[in-house]
């Protein structure tokens, strides 16, 4: 096990004639800039997963030189692994989320979806991608719901939500 | 906008190193540590550089440019002119680790010997009351980001290397002044300053306030002081005439201890 993190960690040494690790890194932070950015649209979520695949031969193809000792060129190609996951994360639970919410903008689902607030979206890392799931939302309790007007739930909630026989 | 500057960054590690040459692209507002990062994603991605927060209150990214101590995130490519070479070099006063990273580990040792802060024994936490203008004395040295460009400037360490056992350097001596101004500190810090930590050492020559990036006032406010605080208990008229008079009384054979360091 601790073998093959060593290994693994290792592993840029040992690519010969490798891509400098700050170029991958350039170009991911440019893709997630552009493609999954304050404003997103589903055709450029895809174009940006399709990016990220390519992304990862090219992280396993990413060399580093000179040595162990406090080499940053060293350390962002290992961290690269992990921005790959959060950025493939990202794109993906954005692209399943088929409405506009807080700081997630879909200019393809302009609105918010009372739906849609019923839902998570449960990321998981497996098999050197993510996996991602719909996890339904606790219902809020009843003693809880009673503190708001009816009027301000509905801007949010299903009809099936709202206090029963009040309405 | 941009231009090619040409740098000079010094490279290697604890067994040596060099000076090595790189032209390096430079666009309107950016700073030495940008060029730096450039450096890493273009040309040495394995030049090692210590940073985190670029805007100056991390304490980090230390260096000396041109010669001069400076924040390297702090330091604008504006103030140099295009033709000119800009050299980068680790503190001098630290062993380097690799390229422009130093292992700064003697300031903390230092930092673990000054005595802590000792409130009176029967004062509560919420009972401490203190005048405002008490507060903004030691509120400057607050400032301290430790970046120790102080301390790697101080030729009491620069130049002499045996100082390091037996001087603190301005950062920590300030650090004692803090306390001593401090209403509520019970401690007298004033042996601890001359006999622990090399007050003596100090020639006041302001290079320490000089390349502050907080602009504290080390030796106008700190270091002054404490040294007057220092000489007051140490050469108090009174008392000094008092114990010539003691060590006349207590003088044996002529020549006997020669220098008078009689005990008192």
Redesign the interface.
Same mark, same amino acid.
């Given at each position: 096990m601790i073998v093959d993190a060593e290994n693994e960690a290792l592993a840029p040494f040992h690519v010969e004639g490798g891509e400098n690790p700050y170029s991958v890194h350039s170009d991911l932070q440019q893709t997630m800039n552009d493609l999954v950015g304050i404003i997103r649209t589903g055709d450029e979520m895809r174009e940006a997963l399709d990016k990220i695949q390519t992304y990862k031969e090219r992280v396993a193809n990413a060399g580093v030189q000179g040595g162990r000792a406090f080499n940053p060129g060293w350390h962002l190609a290992i961290d690269l692994k992990n921005m790959l996951l959060v950025a493939e994360a990202v794109a993906k639970a954005a692209l399943e989320r088929e409405e506009s919410r807080g700081g997630h903008t879909r200019d393809d689902f302009p609105g918010m979806s009372a739906e849609w607030r019923q839902l998570n979206i449960v990321c998981r890392a497996h098999d050197g991608g993510v996996e991602i799931e719909r996890q339904p939302l606790v219902p809020m309790r009843e003693d809880l719901l009673e503190l708001f007007d009816v009027s301000e739930l509905k801007k949010y909630m299903t009809e099936a939500e709202l206090p029963k026989g009040e309405h | 906008m941009g231009y090619t500057a040409k740098f000079k960054v010094w490279r290697g *590690?604890d067994e040596g190193g060099a000076l090595q040459d790189f032209q390096v692209e430079v666009n309107e507002g950016e700073v030495v540590l940008d060029i730096v990062h450039r450096l890493?994603?273009?040309q040495a991605? *394995?030049?090692? &550089?210590r940073w985190n927060c670029k805007a100056g209150k991390c304490g980090s990214c230390s260096a000396e440019v041109n010669g001069r101590p400076r924040l390297m995130c702090m330091t604008r490519m504006s103030t140099f002119t295009q033709d000119e070479t800009i050299t980068i070099t680790p503190l001098r006063t630290f062993p380097v680790?690799? *390229?422009l &990273?130093t292992d700064v580990s003697y300031n903390y040792e230092k930092a673990r010997m000054v005595p802590a802060f000792a409130p009176p024994a029967d004062l509560e936490p919420g009972d401490y009351r203190m005048q405002q203008v008490d507060v903004e004395r030691s509120q400057e040295f607050r400032k301290c980001i430790e970046c120790f460009l102080c301390n790697n400037v101080c030729h009491a360490v620069r130049d002499h290397e045996e100082n390091k056992t037996t001087f603190s350097g301005p950062r920590f001596l300030m650090r004692i002044a803090e306390l001593d101004m401090h209403p509520l500190d019970t401690a007298d810090r004033r042996d601890v300053a001359v006999n622990d930590h090399g007050l003596g050492y100090c020639n006041i020559t302001k290079c320490c306030t000089e390349v502050c990036p907080e602009h504290i006032h080390i030796t106008d406010n700190a270091l002054i002081p404490l040294k007057e605080r220092v000489a007051d208990k140490k050469y108090d008229p009174i008392f000094s005439v008092a114990s010539l008079f003691r060590r006349k009384d207590k003088r044996e054979a002529p020549g006997a201890t020669p220098g008078g360091s009689t005990p008192r």
């Open positions: - | *590690d890493q994603a273009t991605p *394995d030049l090692a &550089v680790i690799r *390229d &990273v």
